[in-house]
């Protein structure tokens, strides 16, 4: 009896799966070992079904990783699921991507990035905007040292980018961070000059005295 055979992979790569054990008995269609190549990867993103409109097969989008700190790979849309998963409403989006120096594994997460056409917009950095919840600031720079805040009306988020609806024009200069320190500043300073102001007081007359037998 031949004790021991070799078989050679069709391909290369990694084994990602084993079902060859000893003493097993395999027939021609056992599957013994997968072997993934992982030169070129699958990439599935979810997609809000409100944004999914704006994305097709064949657009291009950027792959970068979660510590930033290795450049992102560029990868192509290549399929796009017909169907909305019902618990978290967004829809399975794969991508094609190289992956050079193997950076990317198995069930590894990645984030996803879009080159999405559209219309114009003024953003302006999303630590400029001071969002109390029911109003948004922004602080203008004046010029010599004088601030103005200007409430705005804030749209769509791109990254670290946040649109501008209304409230402030192209070529305005806001203040990109500390905006929280400036506003608690100048409250303090309004509390503290309503202290100090002087106080107008009327003189009351004087309090007759009735007197009943």
């Keep these: 009896p031949i004790h021991s055979i070799t078989l050679y992979a069709p391909a290369g790569g990694f084994v990602t799966e084993r079902k060859a054990f000893p003493n097993q008995k395999v027939t021609p269609d056992s599957d013994l070992y997968t072997i993934t190549d992982l030169s070129r990867i699958w990439i599935v993103a979810d997609v809000f079904e409100a944004d999914i409109t704006s994305i097709k097969v064949g657009d291009p989008a ?20 017909p169907q909305v998963d019902p618990t ?12 050079p120096g193997l950076r990317m594994k198995p069930d590894m997460y990645v984030n996803a990035e879009f080159g999405i056409a559209g219309a114009k917009q003024l953003v302006v950095p999303v630590e400029a905007v001071m969002d109390t919840g029911d109003r948004q600031t922004v602080f203008v720079d004046l010029g010599n040292g004088y601030l103005e805040p200007r409430q705005v009306v804030v749209g769509d988020r791109f990254g670290d980018k946040v649109a501008i609806v209304r409230g402030l024009s192209a070529g305005e200069r806001v203040v990109s961070s500390g905006t929280f320190l400036i506003d608690s500043e100048s409250q303090l300073k ?11 007081q009327h003189d009351a007359p004087a309090p007759k005295d009735h007197r009943h037998d």
């Design 62 to 81: 950027y792959v970068s990783f979660t510590n930033g700190s290795t450049p992102p790979i560029g990868a192509r849309v290549t399929y796009i699921q």
């Design 190 to 200: 309004a509390a503290a000059g309503g202290m100090g102001a002087p106080q107008h």
């Design 88 to 99: 978290t409403r967004t829809l399975k989006v794969r991508l094609d991507a190289p992956n």
